[in-house]
């Protein structure tokens, strides 16, 4: 199962939590506010939603600050329509809302409203702010019309399923945002998409499923690979970029082989487009670095046990602290947050789940007969390209009882 996947379990789950809540019940939880302390979150994504949606359930008021115009963070912007479709994300936001979570949106801290207020006004403050940044590769040519960095694509796709590119696109990167934005420029009219990764396609970071499909829909990876510099046209637009062969040489500290240059063995691949999408960072110009315990990369020094930043009552979660990294992650460390907010508040750090869910005992058996996974039913390929629907489309009806029935065996690991 694909992180965004997952995630979006973990929303429904909120919202199958919240559905079981009559009005008594919701009334009563009111009542029982914690003396009415306010909590602020700044970041409406995963991890921020997260932790509103469960200090609201403890009693807290909170007000979750986002400078764009929709809740959502990644899953609005950076992942694309055809694996998280839009209506599905905004209702279960919707139901996020209805626990009693306050979005503010096009609310820009530092501008709109000061970090100062902020903390002079609440009794905590959870900043889930994300990696919102494009990180450059620093070559020659990256500023030439036609060079466009991942991140800032999908987001501009998501805002507008009606982009349209043409010609040849090469997509520079190995992760999940350069796959991502490789399916995407194909649903925007690409005639062809090549991805440029300097190792080998084995140690790609993005999901084996998701490369799998990229391929199968058309995308070409030229593997150890990597971008000397952008060549512009006689108009000043990339035309083409200069490649210089890699080897794949010792093991570094990420456990992968170190992508060595081969010498004199340059050659040039033709562009229309060039989307860069290696990596990205966060920036936080609302709180000044010396008053805040920063890390060289960019991220938040934050407790490893409470997620409280060096800032009394401040706390942060998810890529702003970690850097990018998965959405449910992010979701975790928005839950963790919560708890860590409960009981800095004076709370016990207990976070309300919903009802209890009986495990069964454990009862061995003497023959153990493993049945796989029941199989998805999945867009056909040549409808994929032509428009942005969702290509994992889920189990049939009977198919979802059957896998919801097919133990694990959890208790044996």
């Known amino acids: 199962m694909t992180d965004e996947a997952v995630a979006i379990c973990d929303l429904k789950r909120f919202a199958a939590d919240y559905a079981y809540k ?39 008021e909170v007000d979750v600050f986002e400078q764009e115009h929709l809740a959502g963070g990644v899953l609005a912007f950076g992942i ?16 996020i809302e209805k626990t009693g979570v306050r979005i503010h949106l096009n609310t820009k801290i530092g501008e709109d409203i000061l970090f100062e207020k902020i903390k002079q006004e609440y009794d905590s403050v959870y900043i889930a702010t994300g990696t919102q940044f494009p990180e450059k590769i620093r070559i020659e040519g990256e500023d030439l019309p036609g060079v466009i960095h991942g991140i800032n694509f999908l ?15 090469i997509v ?29 396609i084995d140690a790609m970071p993005a999901y084996e499923a998701e490369i799998h499909e990229a391929v199968l829909e058309g995308v070409k990876i030229i593997e ?14 990339v035309a083409s970029i200069e490649c210089i062969r890699m080897q794949l ?7 992968r082989r170190k992508a060595i240059p081969v010498e004199n063995a340059n050659f040039t691949v033709d562009a229309d487009y060039v989307i860069v999408a290696v990596s990205q960072y966060s920036d936080l110009p609302f709180i000044k670095k010396e008053e805040i315990g920063v890390t060289r990369w960019g991220t938040f020094v ?74 998805l039913n999945i867009l056909q390929v040549e409808h994929r390209t032509k428009s942005f629907d969702e290509v994992v489309l889920g189990y049939h009806k009977l198919n979802a009882m059957a896998e919801a029935m097919r133990c694990l065996h959890c208790d044996r690991r």
Do not use: W
């Not at 998501?158 to 043409?166: E, F």
């Not at 995407?184 to 990764?197: I, K, M, W």
């Not at 040489?249 to 456990?255: N, R």
């Open 302 to 375: 934050v407790s490893d046990q409470t997620l409280m930043t060096t800032m009394e009552g401040v706390f942060a979660g998810g890529d702003v602290t970690r850097g990018p990294d998965t959405v449910i992650q992010a979701i975790a460390d928005g839950k963790k947050a919560a708890e860590s907010i409960d009981k800095y508040l004076g709370g016990k750090g207990v976070l309300n789940k919903g009802k209890s869910i009986e495990i069964p005992g454990f009862a061995d058996e003497d023959e153990i007969v493993a049945l796989h996974r029941f199989p």
């Open 249 to 255: 040489g010792e093991f570094d500290k990420s456990g």
């Open 224 to 237: 150890l690979a990597s971008p000397k510099r952008f060549v512009a046209d006689q108009q000043g637009r």
């Open 80 to 95: 694309p329509e055809y694996r998280l479709p839009k209506e599905v994300l905004a209702h279960e936001i919707s139901l």
């Open 172 to 200: 520079i990167g190995g992760g999940n945002t350069a796959i991502d934005s490789a399916r995407t420029a194909l649903r925007c009219g690409a005639s062809e998409v090549v991805v440029l990764y300097r190792r080998t």
């Open 22 to 60: 009559n009005e008594k019940e919701i009334m009563i939880e009111s009542i029982t506010a914690k003396n009415g302390k306010k909590v602020a979150v700044i970041g409406a994504g995963a991890s921020g939603l997260t932790c509103g949606y469960y200090l609201v359930r403890n009693g807290y």
């Open 155 to 169: 987001k501009e796709v998501n805002s507008n399923l009606k982009y349209s590119m043409q010609g040849k696109v």
